[in-house]
C-alpha cells in the first residue's frame, strides 16, 4: 500500500530502524500510530509485545514494500508511523533545574540532516539535555534525522527558535554561560572552563557561526588541530567538545 498523501500525512513522520523505533515505543515521547515488521526474531516480538503493551497496532509488511513506503532500504525490517517529534518551547526548558538543563548544545543553521542527527545522537550519549536551533532556514527533525540519531531524538528534547539571537539572550538570562566553537577562537578548549553551567554553539558547516552569533557568546573556543586538514565536519567538532567538557567535568568531581 503506498504512503497515503494528505494534510494528515504532514504531520506525520516515519521513524525507521531497530533502535530508533525502540526507543521511540520505551520512551513515549511520541505518540505512534502503528508499527510495521517485515522481519521475524525473537528482538522483533519483544518489540511487538512492547507496542501492544502501549496498545500500537501491528501489522506485517514484506521487506520490498517497506523500502517503497519509506524511500530507502535502511530500516532493518521495522518501521513505525509516529505524530511529529514536539518541539519544547524555550522557556519550558529553561525553567527545569539546572541540572537537568544544561550543558546544551545550540545549533547555528546547521543544513545537513544527516548532521542534525549525529549531534542529537551524540548530545544523547555526552550528556546534553537539549538541542536548540532555529526554526527556519536549517534542517528539522524528520524521519533521516530520527534514523541518524538512533534513538537520541526520544531523550534529548528538541527547540525550535524563532529568533536564534533572542534564544541565546534567554538562555544565558537563565544562568548558563554560551561558548561558540570556532576555529578561530582565541582560547584552546582544552583550556577553556568547561564546567561552568554551558550551552555549546555550533556553527553552519560551510560559514560556521554567524556574525551576530558569535557576538553574542561569551567566549569563543577552537579544537586544535594536530595534524594538515584544519577543519572538522560540524558534527564530528560538536561531539568533541562535548567530550572535553565531560572530561572537564570528571576530572573537577574527583579532585572536589
Known amino acids: 500500500m503506498a504512503p497515503k498523501s494528505t494534510a ?24 505512534l500510530l502503528e ?28 521487506r520490498e514494500a517497506m523500502t517503497r513506503r519509506l524511500g530507502h532500504p535502511h530500516h532493518q525490517g521495522i518501521a513505525a508511523l509516529a505524530t511529529r517529534f514536539p518541539s519544547l518551547d524555550l522557556e519550558s526548558l529553561l525553567e527545569r533545574p539546572l541540572a537537568e538543563r544544561e550543558p546544551l548544545l545550540i545549533l ?9 542527527g549525529a ?8 550528556g546534553a539535555r537539549g538541542v536548540v536551533l532555529p526554526k527556519d532556514r536549517a534542517a528539522q527533525v524528520t524521519g533521516t534525522v530520527v534514523r541518524i540519531a538512533a534513538g537520541g531524538t526520544s531523550h534529548v528534547p528538541v527547540v525550535q527558535a524563532t529568533n536564534l539571537i533572542r534564544a541565546m539572550e534567554a538562555i544565558k538570562t537563565s544562568g548558563l554561560w554560551i561558548a561558540g566553537l570556532d576555529a578561530q577562537g582565541a582560547v584552546s578548549i582544552h583550556e577553556a ?16 557561526l554567524r556574525p551576530l552569533v558569535r557576538r553574542e557568546c561569551d ?26 567538557l565531560q572530561r572537564q567535568r570528571s576530572d573537577k568531581s574527583r579532585s572536589s
Open 8 to 31: 494528515a500525512q504532514d504531520k506525520t513522520i516515519w521513524i525507521s530502524g531497530f533502535n530508533p523505533v525502540s526507543e521511540a515505543i520505551l520512551s513515549g515521547s511520541v505518540r
Open 193 to 208: 572552563d568547561l564546567t561552568v553551567p554551558l550551552a555549546l554553539v555550533i556553527g553552519n558547516e560551510q560559514k560556521g
Open 35 to 62: 508499527l510495521i515488521v517485515a522481519r521475524s526474531d525473537a528482538r522483533t516480538e519483544e518489540l511487538k509485545a512492547r507496542a501492544a503493551a502501549r496498545s500500537i497496532p501491528v501489522r506485517k509488511e514484506d
Open 119 to 126: 549531534l542529537i545522537r551524540s548530545g544523547c550519549f555526552l
Open 219 to 244: 567566549l569563543l573556543v577552537r579544537i586544535p588541530a594536530r595534524g594538515p586538514i584544519d577543519s572538522l565536519n560540524a558534527a564530528t567538532a560538536g561531539a568533541i567538545a562535548l567530550a572535553e
Open 108 to 116: 547555528d543553521s546547521i543544513q545537513d540532516p544527516q548532521n542534525l
